[in-house]
């Protein structure tokens, strides 16, 4: 089945430390990825998403992730971290032959910022 | 572009009581998904319209929901017969496109709280 996993449910970091949050999938192919995040009253955001090529993507916000197929990771990093950043990040594929683009997510990622 | 746009952003209803949630995409965007948020949990996908058509149902969406998007604009998603168990966040996303690469906008959402 197709899933995702974020192994970590809640991160604290210090403000201007760097961070990485975890994402792995189960798919039967390469799926596109994407990175999305939360804030409270707020929708999701795009972050940046991967579909194929360069496998270090950047995104707004300083935000790049790094796709690693032989790990089917595809990790979240930051160099430093701004108070604003605390919010909930979610992980996502969908299928590159999909009819429907549907995004599977992750169960999130909670980021605290410590000042 | 004002966005995707949900109503209402809260509802409290009893158990029994039908709900009717409004999304209005974004303009021009000829995709439009609908997702279901509980606590702690990623978004899941429910259904997703290309135009006014439905072209996926997820089987999470029982009997008791149904969603429309009359001449592919808005879409409604109602539920019949509510019960605790769909107390959650509603999430609409619409996008442009035909292919696997288009990006998806999400509304702020309608948390919904069933009695």
């Known amino acids: 089945a197709q899933s995702v996993t974020q192994p970590d449910i809640h991160i604290t970091v210090s403000e201007g430390a760097s961070l990485e949050l975890r994402c792995n999938y189960s798919?039967?192919?390469?799926?596109?990825l994407f990175w999305y995040v939360q804030s409270p009253g707020q929708g999701l955001q795009l972050l940046l998403k991967?579909?194929?090529?360069?496998?270090l993507v950047q995104g707004i916000k300083g935000f790049e992730a790094e796709f690693k197929r032989s790990q089917s990771s595809f990790n979240l990093r930051k160099p430093s971290v701004h108070w604003s950043d605390a919010a909930e990040y979610f992980c996502?594929?969908?299928?590159?032959?999909?009819?429907?683009?549907?995004?599977?997510f992750g169960t999130g990622t909670l980021l605290a910022v410590q000042p | 572009d004002t966005g995707v746009s949900q109503d209402p952003r809260h509802k409290i209803t009893k158990r029994g009581q039908n709900v009717t949630f409004r999304c209005d995409p974004i303009?021009?965007?000829?995709?439009l998904y609908w997702y279901r948020q509980t606590l702690g949990q990623g978004p899941e996908f429910l259904t997703y319209?290309?135009?006014?058509?439905?072209?996926?149902k997820s089987r999470l969406l029982s009997d008791r929901f149904s969603a429309e998007r009359p001449k592919g604009s808005f879409s409604t998603l109602e539920i019949q017969r509510t019960e605790q168990g769909d107390s959650a966040m509603y999430l609409c996303?619409?996008?442009?496109?035909?292919?696997?690469?288009?990006?998806?906008?999400f509304g702020p959402g309608t948390r919904l709280t069933v009695l």
């Open positions: 996303a619409s996008s442009l496109g035909t292919g696997a690469t288009d990006t998806q906008y």
């Open positions: 303009s021009e965007h000829n995709r």
């Open positions: 319209f290309q135009n006014e058509a439905q072209l996926e």
């Open positions: 991967y579909f194929s090529g360069d496998t």
């Open positions: 996502a594929v969908s299928s590159p032959s999909g009819a429907t683009n549907k995004l599977i």
């Open positions: 798919y039967g192919a390469t799926p596109y």
